[in-house]
């Protein structure tokens, strides 16, 4: 890490774990907003599910994913919470084809995406 007379030396592969990283820990920070909003809303499951629907009916999804979050959005509140905050591969697989898009609104959005860049500057210094 770079500190006061430091600089930071970065290769590409250590810049793109970085990227990878920095975009993980975006996508957990919006699924757990994700998860705060569906436990309060579980009606949102619903909207999920049709999306995925959706998404078999148009083949615009791989069947895998289609497979995967029906499977998964047939489970408890709790499961699913689970699922989609998880840090371990299983969860960040099914983050990169999420079916609540549209569930945070874009201010809360920005305002979840900011508090990330800031964690990431702060973990920098």
Not at 10 to 30: D, F, K, P, Q
Not at 64 to 91: C, P, Q
Request: glycine share 8%.
């Amino acid at each position: 890490m770079a500190g006061p007379g430091r600089s930071a030396s970065y290769t590409g592969s250590n810049m793109e774990a970085i990227t990878h990283r920095v975009a993980e820990e975006r996508s957990i920070a919006l699924h757990r907003e994700v998860a705060r909003r569906i436990r309060a809303r579980p009606e949102l499951l619903e909207q999920a599910r049709n999306r995925v629907e959706g998404w078999s009916r148009e083949s615009s999804v791989s069947a895998h994913w289609v497979k995967a979050w029906s499977v998964l959005l047939s489970h408890s509140l709790d499961e699913v919470i689970g699922a989609i905050t998880d840090r371990g591969e299983a969860g960040r697989s099914l983050r990169q084809t999420s079916p609540f898009a549209g569930v945070i609104d874009s201010k809360t959005r920005w305002e979840i995406l900011r508090g990330c860049e800031r964690e990431r500057r702060a973990d920098e210094t």
